[in-house]
Structure formats: C-alpha cells, structure tokens
C-alpha cells in the first residue's frame, strides 16, 4: 500500500465501454477532446454522469450533516471510484465505508486515511492485511456479531501486534434483516467478550436498517424508528457497564432513511455523559436515481437530491406496432430494484418528453419498451433512460463519462470493481 496511487492516468481505449478510441487520451485528458456524448463521438449504449446533478447532491447531503452535528462516511461500494470519494471527502466525509477487504484496499491505496468495513472479517488473510494497513497509519474499524468474529481478530493480533487491536462495531440487526444480532441480551454478551479481548477495542454499534420488512411506507419507518430506539438503549448499557469508555459511535443510515437516523439517535446527543459520534454511510445518495430511491421519504431538512444518472440507448427495432426493442440490457444497467425508466426521446438533435414507454424486461443486450401509442418512437431515435439502484448501474461500467447540461463531456470517472 502506497496510499498515493494515481488513478487518471491510465489510457483511454478499446477496454472502455462505448469510449472513442483515441491514441493517447488519458483519463485526465478526456476534457481536452471536446467530445459530446450524443453528437456521434460516443458509441451506445453509454452510461452518463450529469456533473450539475452530482455537485448539487454533494452539496445536499454535506449541508444536512453539517446543520445536524453528524458525520458522514459514505458506501464506496456504490461506485468504488476513488475519484468520486475524494470529491466526497472534499465535501466533508470523514470516512469511506466499504463491504470487505478487497474494496477497502482500493480506496486504502489511493489515499483513504479512514476506513469502516461494514461487515464481518472472519479470515485471517484479510485481518493480516488489516493489521498491516494500520500499521502503516490508516485508521481501519470493522464490525462483529459472533463470538468467532471476536476469536479471530485475537488471532490476526496475536500474529502482528504492531498496530495494536482492531477497533470493532456490534452490529445490530432485526428479524427478516440482514446480519446482526438479533436480542439486546447476545449484543450485551457480545460487548463484554469483546471488551475481555486483547484484540479487539469496542468503540459502539453498527446496522443496516434500509431493507426494514413491512407492507408499506408508513409501517417501515416506524419500524425503524423502534429499531434505532432499542440501539440506543443497548449502546448506553454497554456504557453504563463500561464496555465503551470513550466516546461511542452509533453509525446507521443507508440512503432510505438518513433523516429517521438522525431523529432518533440526536436525541441521544450523549449516551450516559459521553458525547454520541453519530456516523452516517448513505452512499446512493451522491447520484440518487430515478426509481428505488425516487419514491423514498426522507427529509433532509427540505432539499431534495437529482438524479445524476442517464442510459442512453437506440431504438434497434419496432418488432410489433406497441413494441420497440433498445441496444441495452442488463450487462449496462441495473434490473434488480426494478428497470430502468424511459425519459425522453432524441430525435435530430431534438429532445422531447416520452409518455406512455414503460420498460417491461431485459435480456442481457436488449430492452423490452412497451409502447401505448405506436408512433412513440422509431428505429434510430436515441432514448434517455433513468437506472433504478446506483450501486449495480456503476458496476457494469469501468470508466464512466462526466458531461455538463449539453452533455459535453468534461471527465470521465474510472471504477475498481
């Protein structure tokens, strides 16, 4: 790990999806060509991030964590793209937070100075390289809901004791969730095993709370709003019995219900005399999207964030009178939170509003749009779709193109899945 690693200068080329090939171009070039995503440079599919849309949500979601006295350590699994985190950081995130080991070495060698692995670690391979990174002075805290999590550390210690033990998080969870423990009792228990251990140092809790079971809206957030009051109560027993003896860190908040998170723990500004580091790691947020997170609630003291995404696709064939087949598919965007949304159509350099287009499948390069008026579109029109769920639209694309509102394109984002 040099911590240094330059990630713009790597050559543009016949690897990059829908890129031109031109000889020489680096990532950090690409706005010298002058080169405009829909005037013929570029080949479609292509993936677009509006700059205007990103800039705007980056400075949302900074604004709402200053005004609330949190902080913000976002999911670099999103979009692992150190370029973008850095923009994050420079926004004032505190922290990247990643999945595991393999992505926390990504954003560890290109300059991440703090790391929260949101997860368990259980092999000893990735603890070493753990131990080793904090060694070499990036702050690194990961989580634990077994004993084995707890056992396993201590081994990793043992071996290089070096950086000392590793900071850990309990994590939290619920019934029909995700990883966690599941009662206040196994978290308490788990608190003291961790607080005995010579490996490991307790610093607070941790969970998930965006994939709340319930039948709608309404039902899912109260059921968070009881979730993140019982994670509470379990933080201050862990400080009413001296388990976590500096100030203990509460981090919650995907991208669903930041402002639910920050409701219920400000209230706990301290946690038995002890002032409460609440750690937000929403990461949609910074290019939100036109479908999963589009219908979502959250208040962030009245801003709303843009979406920052857009596919766009030809029109490849009109089969049937109410059916047109797109040149995209799920190898370019995201299906599993629903399919992309038609948005507009281009036509001879003109754009205007689709109505009446509704995705209705995907194959691995095809689209299926269903069309309520047959002259909606025509083989050759280019077609403006919205991604549902921005952490498996990134994936399908390792450098991405940065266009301004008339979609010249100022940069490009490299990614490292």
């Given at each position: 790990m040099n911590?240094?690693?330059?990630?713009?200068?790597?050559?543009?080329?016949?690897?990059?999806?829908?890129?031109?090939?031109?000889?020489?171009?680096?990532?950090?070039?690409?706005?010298?060509?002058?080169?405009?995503?829909?005037?013929?440079?570029?080949?479609?599919?292509?993936?677009?991030?509006?700059?205007?849309?990103?800039?705007?949500?980056?400075?949302?979601?900074?604004?709402?964590?200053?005004d609330e006295g949190v902080e913000l350590a976002p999911h670099g699994k999103t979009h692992m793209s150190p370029q973008l985190w850095d923009r994050q950081r420079a926004s004032g995130a505190t922290a990247v937070t990643v999945a595991h080991v393999s992505q926390a070495r990504v954003f560890a060698e290109t300059g991440a100075t703090a790391i929260l692995i949101a997860n368990e670690v259980i092999d000893l391979h990735d603890l070493a390289w753990i131990q080793r990174t904090r060694a070499a002075g990036v702050v690194i805290t990961i989580v634990i809901d077994s004993f084995t999590g707890i056992a396993v550390a201590e081994a990793a210690v043992a071996a290089d004791p070096e950086a000392g033990p590793i900071d850990v998080l309990i994590e939290l969870g619920y019934p029909g969730g995700r990883a966690g423990v599941r009662s206040a009792s196994h978290a308490l228990a788990l608190a003291r095993s961790a607080h005995a251990s010579p490996g490991v140092t307790l610093r607070g809790v941790e969970g998930f709370e965006g994939v709340m079971p319930g039948e709608d809206e309404e039902i899912r957030r109260e059921a968070v709003r009881r979730y993140?009051?019982?994670?509470?109560?379990?933080?201050?027993?862990?400080?009413?019995?001296?388990?976590?003896?500096?100030?203990?860190?509460?981090?919650?908040?995907?991208?669903?219900?930041?402002?639910?998170?920050?409701?219920?723990?400000?209230?706990?500004?301290?946690?038995?005399?002890?002032?409460?580091?609440?750690?937000?790691?929403?990461?949609?947020?910074?290019?939100?999207?036109?479908?999963?997170?589009?219908?979502?609630?959250?208040?962030?003291?009245?801003?709303?964030?843009?979406?920052?995404?857009?596919?766009?696709?030809?029109?490849?064939?009109?089969?049937?009178?109410?059916?047109?087949?797109?040149?995209?598919?799920?190898?370019?965007?995201?299906?599993?939170?629903?399919?992309?949304?038609?948005?507009?159509?281009?036509?001879?350099?003109?754009?205007?509003?689709?109505t009446g287009v509704r995705v209705t499948g995907m194959n691995d390069q095809h689209l299926y749009a269903a069309l309520d008026r047959a002259e909606a579109l025509d083989v050759g029109d280019l077609v403006c779709l919205g991604i549902s769920h921005p952490c498996t639209a990134f994936d399908k694309w390792r450098l991405i193109p940065e266009v301004d509102d008339h979609y010249l394109v100022v940069g490009a984002i490299r990614t490292y899945f």
């Amino acid at each position: 790990m040099n911590g240094h690693a330059d990630t713009t200068d790597d050559v543009v080329g016949w690897r990059d999806k829908s890129f031109p090939s031109v000889a020489g171009v680096t990532v950090d070039t690409i706005a010298d060509q002058q080169w405009n995503l829909l005037n013929g440079d570029f080949a479609f599919p292509v993936l677009a991030l509006r700059r205007s849309a990103l800039e705007h949500n980056l400075a949302v979601m900074a604004a709402f964590c200053r005004d609330e006295g949190v902080e913000l350590a976002p999911h670099g699994k999103t979009h692992m793209s150190p370029q973008l985190w850095d923009r994050q950081r420079a926004s004032g995130a505190t922290a990247v937070t990643v999945a595991h080991v393999s992505q926390a070495r990504v954003f560890a060698e290109t300059g991440a100075t703090a790391i929260l692995i949101a997860n368990e670690v259980i092999d000893l391979h990735d603890l070493a390289w753990i131990q080793r990174t904090r060694a070499a002075g990036v702050v690194i805290t990961i989580v634990i809901d077994s004993f084995t999590g707890i056992a396993v550390a201590e081994a990793a210690v043992a071996a290089d004791p070096e950086a000392g033990p590793i900071d850990v998080l309990i994590e939290l969870g619920y019934p029909g969730g995700r990883a966690g423990v599941r009662s206040a009792s196994h978290a308490l228990a788990l608190a003291r095993s961790a607080h005995a251990s010579p490996g490991v140092t307790l610093r607070g809790v941790e969970g998930f709370e965006g994939v709340m079971p319930g039948e709608d809206e309404e039902i899912r957030r109260e059921a968070v709003r009881r979730y993140l009051d019982g994670a509470v109560s379990t933080l201050a027993a862990f400080v009413r019995d001296g388990l976590v003896t500096e100030s203990p860190i509460a981090s919650f908040g995907g991208s669903m219900y930041p402002d639910l998170v920050v409701d219920a723990l400000r209230m706990s500004s301290e946690v038995r005399g002890l002032p409460l580091r609440i750690l937000l790691r929403s990461g949609c947020y910074l290019t939100h999207d036109h479908g999963l997170y589009a219908g979502t609630t959250a208040d962030l003291n009245g801003a709303t964030l843009e979406p920052a995404l857009e596919l766009w696709a030809r029109v490849l064939s009109r089969p049937e009178p109410k059916l047109a087949i797109l040149g995209a598919g799920k190898r370019d965007a995201p299906h599993d939170s629903g399919f992309p949304v038609a948005l507009r159509r281009r036509v001879d350099g003109v754009e205007s509003p689709l109505t009446g287009v509704r995705v209705t499948g995907m194959n691995d390069q095809h689209l299926y749009a269903a069309l309520d008026r047959a002259e909606a579109l025509d083989v050759g029109d280019l077609v403006c779709l919205g991604i549902s769920h921005p952490c498996t639209a990134f994936d399908k694309w390792r450098l991405i193109p940065e266009v301004d509102d008339h979609y010249l394109v100022v940069g490009a984002i490299r990614t490292y899945f």
